[in-house]
Protein backbone atom coordinates (compact mmCIF):
# COMPACT_ATOMS: atom_id res chain seq x y z
CA UNK A 1 0.00 0.00 0.00
CA UNK A 2 1.25 3.33 -0.47
CA UNK A 3 1.78 6.06 1.71
CA UNK A 4 -1.37 7.82 3.33
CA UNK A 5 -2.40 11.01 1.82
CA UNK A 6 -1.34 13.80 4.07
CA UNK A 7 -4.65 16.28 5.59
CA UNK A 8 -2.92 19.59 5.51
CA UNK A 9 -4.88 21.25 8.29
CA UNK A 10 -2.62 24.48 7.46
CA UNK A 11 -3.86 25.45 4.43
CA UNK A 12 -7.07 24.24 5.17
CA UNK A 13 -7.36 26.87 7.95
CA UNK A 14 -5.55 29.54 5.39
CA UNK A 15 -8.93 28.47 3.54
CA UNK A 16 -11.25 29.16 6.48
CA UNK A 17 -9.97 32.12 7.43
CA UNK A 18 -10.17 33.73 4.33
CA UNK A 19 -14.15 32.77 4.00
CA UNK A 20 -14.46 34.05 7.47
CA UNK A 21 -12.78 37.56 6.45
CA UNK A 22 -15.26 37.64 2.83
CA UNK A 23 -18.54 36.92 5.90
CA UNK A 24 -16.91 39.65 8.00
CA UNK A 25 -16.52 42.15 5.04
CA UNK A 26 -20.17 41.52 3.70
CA UNK A 27 -21.63 41.34 7.48
CA UNK A 28 -19.82 45.25 7.81
CA UNK A 29 -21.35 45.99 4.50
CA UNK A 30 -24.30 45.17 5.09
CA UNK A 31 -25.06 45.62 8.37
CA UNK A 32 -22.58 47.68 9.39
CA UNK A 33 -22.23 45.09 12.32
CA UNK A 34 -18.90 44.55 13.18
CA UNK A 35 -17.90 41.19 14.84
CA UNK A 36 -15.89 41.72 18.21
CA UNK A 37 -13.90 38.63 20.46
CA UNK A 38 -12.57 39.65 23.95
CA UNK A 39 -10.19 37.16 24.85
CA UNK A 40 -8.63 37.18 28.59
CA UNK A 41 -5.55 35.69 29.84
CA UNK A 42 -5.01 35.77 33.96
CA UNK A 43 -0.98 35.00 34.32
CA UNK A 44 2.21 35.48 32.29
CA UNK A 45 2.58 31.79 30.74
CA UNK A 46 4.82 31.60 27.69
CA UNK A 47 2.91 29.42 25.51
CA UNK A 48 -0.69 31.43 26.56
CA UNK A 49 0.77 34.75 25.91
CA UNK A 50 2.26 33.23 22.31
CA UNK A 51 -1.39 31.59 21.54
CA UNK A 52 -3.47 35.02 22.35
CA UNK A 53 -1.05 36.59 20.47
CA UNK A 54 -2.09 35.02 17.58
CA UNK A 55 -5.55 34.33 18.19
CA UNK A 56 -5.40 38.56 17.99
CA UNK A 57 -3.71 38.54 15.63
CA UNK A 58 -5.58 36.58 13.03
CA UNK A 59 -8.98 38.44 14.38
CA UNK A 60 -7.48 41.47 13.30
CA UNK A 61 -6.24 40.41 9.96
CA UNK A 62 -10.21 38.34 9.60
CA UNK A 63 -11.12 42.44 9.87
CA UNK A 64 -12.80 41.77 13.24
CA UNK A 65 -12.46 43.17 16.52
CA UNK A 66 -9.93 42.26 19.04
CA UNK A 67 -10.55 43.16 22.69
CA UNK A 68 -7.69 41.73 25.15
CA UNK A 69 -7.75 41.77 28.34
CA UNK A 70 -4.62 40.55 30.49
CA UNK A 71 -4.23 40.15 34.33
CA UNK A 72 -1.67 38.79 37.03
CA UNK A 73 -1.88 36.04 38.05
CA UNK A 74 -2.99 37.00 41.69
CA UNK A 75 -6.50 38.23 40.28
CA UNK A 76 -9.04 37.74 42.62
CA UNK A 77 -12.29 35.55 40.93
CA UNK A 78 -14.66 38.15 42.23
CA UNK A 79 -13.12 40.78 39.45
CA UNK A 80 -12.45 38.45 36.79
CA UNK A 81 -16.66 37.56 36.98
CA UNK A 82 -16.82 41.13 36.95
CA UNK A 83 -15.38 41.32 34.18
CA UNK A 84 -17.13 38.63 32.38
CA UNK A 85 -20.27 39.89 33.53
CA UNK A 86 -19.49 43.27 31.74
CA UNK A 87 -18.13 41.52 28.53
CA UNK A 88 -21.91 39.65 28.51
CA UNK A 89 -23.41 43.13 28.40
CA UNK A 90 -20.65 44.80 25.83
CA UNK A 91 -23.01 44.49 22.55
CA UNK A 92 -19.36 45.32 20.54
CA UNK A 93 -18.33 41.55 22.29
CA UNK A 94 -19.63 38.76 20.22
CA UNK A 95 -17.53 36.00 21.80
CA UNK A 96 -15.73 35.75 24.84
CA UNK A 97 -12.66 33.73 25.53
CA UNK A 98 -11.08 33.09 28.68
CA UNK A 99 -7.50 31.23 28.60
CA UNK A 100 -7.30 28.36 30.43
CA UNK A 101 -5.76 26.96 32.90
CA UNK A 102 -6.72 29.45 35.30
CA UNK A 103 -4.55 30.18 38.75
CA UNK A 104 -5.98 27.68 41.69
CA UNK A 105 -7.74 30.96 43.69
CA UNK A 106 -10.32 30.95 40.96
CA UNK A 107 -12.83 28.40 40.41
CA UNK A 108 -12.48 27.66 36.39
CA UNK A 109 -15.84 25.68 35.88
CA UNK A 110 -17.43 29.11 37.81
CA UNK A 111 -15.94 31.35 35.47
CA UNK A 112 -16.95 29.22 32.31
CA UNK A 113 -20.61 29.26 33.81
CA UNK A 114 -20.60 32.99 33.76
CA UNK A 115 -20.05 33.09 30.07
CA UNK A 116 -23.30 34.20 28.22
CA UNK A 117 -23.69 30.88 26.36
CA UNK A 118 -24.49 32.66 23.09
CA UNK A 119 -21.23 34.44 23.28
CA UNK A 120 -19.50 31.07 24.17
CA UNK A 121 -16.94 30.86 21.26
CA UNK A 122 -15.19 27.79 22.66
CA UNK A 123 -18.47 25.79 23.38
CA UNK A 124 -17.64 24.70 26.99
CA UNK A 125 -20.72 26.25 28.77
CA UNK A 126 -23.01 23.82 29.85
CA UNK A 127 -25.64 24.80 27.82
CA UNK A 128 -23.85 24.65 24.87
CA UNK A 129 -22.68 20.68 25.56
CA UNK A 130 -26.38 20.15 25.81
CA UNK A 131 -27.46 22.43 22.87
CA UNK A 132 -24.66 19.55 20.83
CA UNK A 133 -25.99 16.66 22.42
CA UNK A 134 -29.11 17.43 21.60
CA UNK A 135 -29.22 18.56 17.77
CA UNK A 136 -29.47 22.06 18.96
CA UNK A 137 -28.33 25.26 17.39
CA UNK A 138 -24.64 25.35 19.80
CA UNK A 139 -21.39 27.01 19.67
CA UNK A 140 -18.99 24.16 19.04
CA UNK A 141 -15.41 23.21 21.09
CA UNK A 142 -13.19 25.04 17.95
CA UNK A 143 -10.59 21.63 17.61
CA UNK A 144 -13.34 18.68 16.88
CA UNK A 145 -15.36 21.12 15.55
CA UNK A 146 -12.00 21.13 13.20
CA UNK A 147 -11.51 17.76 13.11
CA UNK A 148 -14.85 17.48 11.95
CA UNK A 149 -14.69 19.80 8.50
CA UNK A 150 -11.25 18.17 7.66
CA UNK A 151 -12.66 14.86 7.80
CA UNK A 152 -15.85 16.10 5.62
CA UNK A 153 -13.42 17.37 3.48
CA UNK A 154 -11.37 14.44 2.80
CA UNK A 155 -14.11 11.64 3.30
CA UNK A 156 -17.22 13.56 2.03
CA UNK A 157 -20.47 11.59 3.62
CA UNK A 158 -19.40 9.96 6.56
CA UNK A 159 -22.47 8.11 7.52
CA UNK A 160 -21.98 4.96 8.17
CA UNK A 161 -18.62 5.06 8.90
CA UNK A 162 -17.51 3.18 12.29
CA UNK A 163 -15.33 5.82 14.52
CA UNK A 164 -13.54 5.57 17.18
CA UNK A 165 -11.78 8.47 19.38
CA UNK A 166 -9.49 7.66 22.17
CA UNK A 167 -9.74 10.36 24.70
CA UNK A 168 -12.65 11.31 26.59
CA UNK A 169 -12.21 15.04 27.82
CA UNK A 170 -14.90 17.54 27.50
CA UNK A 171 -12.73 19.46 25.58
CA UNK A 172 -12.03 17.27 22.17
CA UNK A 173 -13.49 13.44 23.18
CA UNK A 174 -16.90 13.97 23.90
CA UNK A 175 -17.83 16.38 21.52
CA UNK A 176 -15.98 14.91 18.93
CA UNK A 177 -18.07 11.89 19.53
CA UNK A 178 -21.23 14.17 19.84
CA UNK A 179 -20.56 15.39 16.10
CA UNK A 180 -19.90 12.41 14.51
CA UNK A 181 -23.26 10.64 15.46
CA UNK A 182 -24.33 13.73 14.34
CA UNK A 183 -23.00 12.76 11.10
CA UNK A 184 -24.13 9.15 11.17
CA UNK A 185 -21.32 7.32 12.26
CA UNK A 186 -21.46 4.71 14.47
CA UNK A 187 -19.18 5.73 17.27
CA UNK A 188 -17.15 4.31 19.97
CA UNK A 189 -15.47 6.61 22.87
CA UNK A 190 -12.10 4.75 23.98
CA UNK A 191 -9.66 5.69 26.72
CA UNK A 192 -6.26 4.56 28.03
CA UNK A 193 -8.01 2.11 29.86
CA UNK A 194 -10.32 0.39 27.63
CA UNK A 195 -9.59 -3.64 26.99
CA UNK A 196 -8.04 -4.47 24.04
CA UNK A 197 -7.74 -0.87 22.41
CA UNK A 198 -5.98 -2.20 19.15
CA UNK A 199 -8.46 -4.63 18.35
CA UNK A 200 -11.24 -2.15 18.78
CA UNK A 201 -8.63 0.58 16.84
CA UNK A 202 -8.42 -2.07 14.01
CA UNK A 203 -12.00 -2.13 13.26
CA UNK A 204 -12.09 1.93 12.51
CA UNK A 205 -12.68 4.00 9.11
CA UNK A 206 -11.73 6.51 11.06
CA UNK A 207 -9.95 7.12 14.39
CA UNK A 208 -9.45 10.06 16.44
CA UNK A 209 -6.45 10.32 19.24
CA UNK A 210 -7.28 12.85 21.73
CA UNK A 211 -5.58 10.74 24.52
CA UNK A 212 -1.91 12.93 25.55
CA UNK A 213 0.43 10.32 25.25
CA UNK A 214 3.08 10.73 22.75
CA UNK A 215 2.92 8.38 20.22
CA UNK A 216 0.53 6.00 21.79
CA UNK A 217 -1.39 4.66 18.84
CA UNK A 218 1.03 2.37 16.55
CA UNK A 219 0.99 1.40 13.20
CA UNK A 220 -0.61 -2.11 13.40
CA UNK A 221 -3.61 -0.36 15.67
CA UNK A 222 -4.70 1.00 12.03
CA UNK A 223 -7.22 -0.86 9.86
CA UNK A 224 -5.80 -0.48 6.05
CA UNK A 225 -7.54 2.86 4.43
CA UNK A 226 -8.57 4.13 7.67
CA UNK A 227 -8.42 7.85 7.91
CA UNK A 228 -6.28 8.91 10.98
CA UNK A 229 -6.83 12.32 13.13
CA UNK A 230 -3.99 12.97 15.57
CA UNK A 231 -4.97 15.63 17.84
CA UNK A 232 -1.87 15.33 19.87
CA UNK A 233 0.51 17.97 20.54
CA UNK A 234 3.27 16.78 23.43
CA UNK A 235 7.05 17.67 23.06
CA UNK A 236 9.72 15.08 23.89
CA UNK A 237 13.10 14.55 23.53
CA UNK A 238 15.25 14.95 20.36
CA UNK A 239 18.42 13.53 20.77
CA UNK A 240 19.20 13.48 17.00
CA UNK A 241 18.88 16.95 16.73
CA UNK A 242 21.71 17.42 18.78
CA UNK A 243 21.47 19.08 22.45
CA UNK A 244 20.71 22.99 23.49
CA UNK A 245 23.51 25.41 24.95
CA UNK A 246 22.49 23.83 28.76
CA UNK A 247 23.49 20.44 27.27
CA UNK A 248 19.94 18.90 27.63
CA UNK A 249 18.78 17.13 24.28
CA UNK A 250 16.79 19.19 22.29
CA UNK A 251 13.10 18.20 21.78
CA UNK A 252 10.63 18.03 19.08
CA UNK A 253 6.22 18.33 18.89
CA UNK A 254 5.37 14.41 18.03
CA UNK A 255 1.59 13.41 18.43
CA UNK A 256 -0.43 10.78 19.97
CA UNK A 257 -0.04 8.60 16.86
CA UNK A 258 3.38 6.72 15.49
CA UNK A 259 2.75 8.71 12.35
CA UNK A 260 5.81 6.62 10.50
CA UNK A 261 4.16 3.42 11.09
CA UNK A 262 0.33 4.94 10.88
CA UNK A 263 1.36 6.49 7.78
CA UNK A 264 2.51 3.27 5.99
CA UNK A 265 -1.14 1.33 6.90
CA UNK A 266 -3.56 4.52 6.63
CA UNK A 267 -5.51 6.01 3.99
CA UNK A 268 -4.98 9.55 5.27
CA UNK A 269 -3.06 11.72 8.04
CA UNK A 270 -2.97 14.51 9.69
CA UNK A 271 0.90 15.56 11.01
CA UNK A 272 1.85 16.85 13.60
CA UNK A 273 2.43 19.94 13.70
CA UNK A 274 0.66 21.25 10.60
CA UNK A 275 -2.73 18.94 10.78
CA UNK A 276 -5.14 20.12 13.69
CA UNK A 277 -3.58 22.70 15.59
CA UNK A 278 -4.16 25.87 12.48
CA UNK A 279 -7.61 24.55 12.67
CA UNK A 280 -8.76 25.55 16.04
CA UNK A 281 -8.05 29.53 15.91
CA UNK A 282 -9.55 29.65 12.26
CA UNK A 283 -12.54 27.64 14.00
CA UNK A 284 -12.32 30.07 17.07
CA UNK A 285 -13.30 32.77 14.11
CA UNK A 286 -15.73 31.19 12.47
CA UNK A 287 -17.53 30.84 16.09
CA UNK A 288 -17.22 34.32 16.32
CA UNK A 289 -18.65 35.24 13.14
CA UNK A 290 -21.52 32.61 13.87
CA UNK A 291 -22.04 34.24 17.24
CA UNK A 292 -22.01 37.67 16.11
CA UNK A 293 -24.85 37.31 13.09
CA UNK A 294 -27.03 34.89 15.40
CA UNK A 295 -26.65 38.20 18.57
CA UNK A 296 -27.73 40.49 15.49
CA UNK A 297 -30.82 38.64 13.75
CA UNK A 298 -28.81 37.63 10.79
CA UNK A 299 -28.69 34.28 8.92
CA UNK A 300 -25.72 31.98 9.90
CA UNK A 301 -22.75 32.60 7.86
CA UNK A 302 -22.02 30.09 5.43
CA UNK A 303 -18.83 28.66 7.26
Known amino acids: MSEAAVIDGKAFSARLREKVASEVSRIKSESSVTPGLAVVLVGDDPASRVYVGSKAKQTVEAGMESFEHRYNDDIDEATLLDLIDQLNNDKTVNGILVQLPLPDQIDEQKVLSAIDPDKDVDGFHTTNVGRLWTGGESLVPCTPFGCSLMLKDYLGNLSGKNAIIIGRSNIVGKPMAALLLAESCTVTIAHSRTDDLPGKCRE ?35 PEKGLKDDGSPKTKLVGDVDYAGAAA ?39
Do not use: H, S
Open 204 to 238: ADIVVAAVGRPEMVKGDWIKPGATVIDVGINRVDA
Open 265 to 303: VAGAITPVPGGVGPMTIACLLRNTVVACCRQNGLPDPDL
